[in-house]
């Protein structure tokens, strides 16, 4: 009788041994490590605030406190003050040349934040505007030509006088003629009126003192000399802003001081006008002109 053989064949024992092998195998495998995380990044510094920029009027015919140079770019001493000043003062500028005759709208509308146009402080400006400190001392000078007989200003009474309209020189021409006088004659700039001079169609001119010099010097073919008078008023020039602007008002006054003490302003000075300022004079009751520069 044949008996029923229970031998595994070795083919399914083989097998066998192979699934077992695998699944012990993927039961012991260790799970990989999770990636390291990126290292952290230091927080970027923030960006510094930029400065505030200040829009600035300026009547730029008037050389050597502000005009144009062959490029159009303005320049001139009061334009170097005031970049020195802002710079001082943590701020900066952008020049914007202005219209003598409607510069101060431009300041009160809001159109400029603060002029520099070697404008004179008065009391009835002050009405209306606030000043910075004194930056400049200046008084009225009389330009005639070589032959002029011209000695003093009681002379030009009877003359015809060049001004340049709605300033300073403007206003003690007209106490001198009378305010119907048709012998003074308004032009938009000085160096206008004194071309007329040289041209012969006036017979004076009177204006500011570092804008006469500056002509005289540089303009020797027209011939002229200047006549000082002892009649005419100091005047100093500021930086003028609207009324009741303090902040900013301090800002200013801070840098002219800043520069003042440390010799810029000096050199500044002496870059246009060949030598260091005189002792400053005493704050001087100007004169309460309608314009002035």
């Given at each position: 009788?044949?008996?029923?053989?229970?031998?595994?064949?070795?083919?399914?024992?083989?097998?066998?041994?192979?699934?077992?092998?695998?699944?012990?195998?993927?039961?012991?495998?260790?799970?990989?490590?999770?990636?390291?995380?990126?290292?952290?990044?230091?927080?970027?510094?923030?960006?510094?605030?930029?400065?505030?920029?200040?829009?600035?009027?300026?009547?730029?015919?008037?050389?050597?406190?502000?005009?144009?140079?062959?490029?159009?770019?303005?320049?001139?001493?009061?334009?170097?003050?005031?970049?020195?000043?802002a710079?001082?003062?943590?701020f900066?500028?952008?020049?914007?040349?202005?219209?003598?005759?409607?510069?101060?709208?431009?300041?009160?509308?809001?159109?400029?934040?603060?002029?520099?146009?070697?404008?004179?402080?008065?009391?009835?400006?002050k009405?209306?505007?606030?000043?910075?400190?004194?930056?400049f001392?200046?008084?009225?000078?009389?330009?005639?030509?070589?032959?002029s007989?011209?000695?003093?200003?009681?002379?030009?009474?009877?003359?015809?006088v060049?001004?340049?309209?709605?300033?300073?020189?403007?206003?003690v021409?007209?106490?001198?003629?009378?305010?119907n006088?048709?012998?003074?004659?308004?032009?938009?700039?000085?160096?206008?009126?004194?071309?007329?001079?040289?041209?012969?169609?006036?017979?004076?001119?009177?204006?500011?003192?570092?804008?006469?010099?500056?002509?005289?010097?540089?303009?020797?073919?027209?011939?002229?000399?200047?006549?000082?008078?002892?009649?005419?008023?100091a005047?100093?020039?500021g930086?003028?802003?609207?009324?009741?602007?303090?902040?900013?008002?301090?800002?200013?006054?801070?840098?002219?001081?800043?520069?003042?003490?440390?010799?810029?302003?000096?050199?500044?000075?002496?870059?246009?006008?060949?030598?260091?300022?005189?002792?400053?004079?005493?704050a001087?009751?100007?004169?309460?002109?309608?314009?002035?520069?």
């Amino acid at each position: 009788m044949h008996t029923l053989s229970l031998a595994i064949p070795a083919f399914w024992q083989r097998a066998a041994m192979l699934v077992a092998g695998l699944v012990l195998a993927a039961c012991g495998k260790q799970p990989e490590p999770a990636p390291a995380p990126a290292p952290a990044t230091e927080a970027a510094a923030p960006a510094p605030a930029p400065a505030q920029v200040y829009v600035v009027g300026t009547d730029a015919a008037y050389a050597p406190f502000e005009s144009q140079d062959e490029k159009g770019e303005i320049v001139g001493f009061d334009i170097d003050v005031v970049r020195a000043i802002a710079e001082k003062a943590g701020f900066e500028v952008k020049f914007v040349n202005t219209p003598w005759e409607g510069i101060f709208n431009t300041l009160q509308q809001g159109d400029r934040d603060f002029l520099v146009s070697a404008i004179t402080i008065t009391d009835e400006r002050k009405q209306t505007m606030d000043f910075s400190d004194p930056y400049f001392d200046a008084r009225q000078l009389i330009a005639v030509r070589q032959d002029s007989t011209v000695s003093k200003f009681e002379d030009l009474k009877t003359l015809r006088v060049g001004v340049q309209t709605g300033t300073t020189g403007d206003e003690v021409v007209t106490k001198l003629q009378g305010k119907n006088s048709t012998l003074i004659k308004r032009f938009e700039s000085t160096p206008l009126a004194l071309q007329e001079l040289q041209a012969g169609g006036v017979d004076a001119v009177v204006a500011d003192n570092g804008v006469v010099e500056n002509y005289v010097a540089n303009n020797a073919n027209a011939q002229f000399k200047t006549v000082s008078d002892d009649s005419f008023e100091a005047e100093q020039y500021g930086l003028a802003v609207r009324k009741g602007n303090t902040e900013l008002l301090e800002k200013l006054n801070q840098g002219l001081a800043a520069i003042k003490s440390d010799g810029t302003y000096d050199q500044i000075y002496a870059k246009w006008f060949g030598a260091k300022p005189a002792a400053e004079a005493p704050a001087a009751q100007a004169p309460a002109a309608e314009a002035s520069n």
